[in-house]
């Protein structure tokens, strides 16, 4: 079984990549306003290497973050919340440039929905 610094090392390989993949790999005409915005002023401001620069200004994002980690997060650790949150301290120390809040809604467990009548 993988330790809590090898899953949270993964972890954040699979992020980097996706932040590329998004970049690079998506049609600069879909993007949402916020992005659109971004690239103009990236522009003005003389980036040659936009989608380098989106998938750089992405790895800083906390909102994408906690999207893109915590469902592989839960999926690495499954019930166990003494690995769970290890690794959860593991990629705060490996991440250390975003926002504490960023790791405090990944220590959460996702609610289990299974037989709830909605």
Known sequence: MKDA???AAELGDF???ACQDIAYQRPWDYMDDAAQKWA???RANGCRDLPGAYA????NDPDLASDLLGDRLYDAC???DELHDAC???LQRDMDWMP???FES???KPIDTQGVIG
């Open 100 to 102: 504490g809040s960023l």
């Open 88 to 90: 959860v301290d593991a």
């Open 78 to 80: 499954g019930d166990d």
């Open 56 to 59: 750089d200004h992405l790895y």
């Open 15 to 17: 992020f980097g990549t």
């Open 5 to 7: 610094r090898q899953i």
């Open 40 to 42: 103009i002023t990236a």
């Open 106 to 108: 990944l220590r959460r």
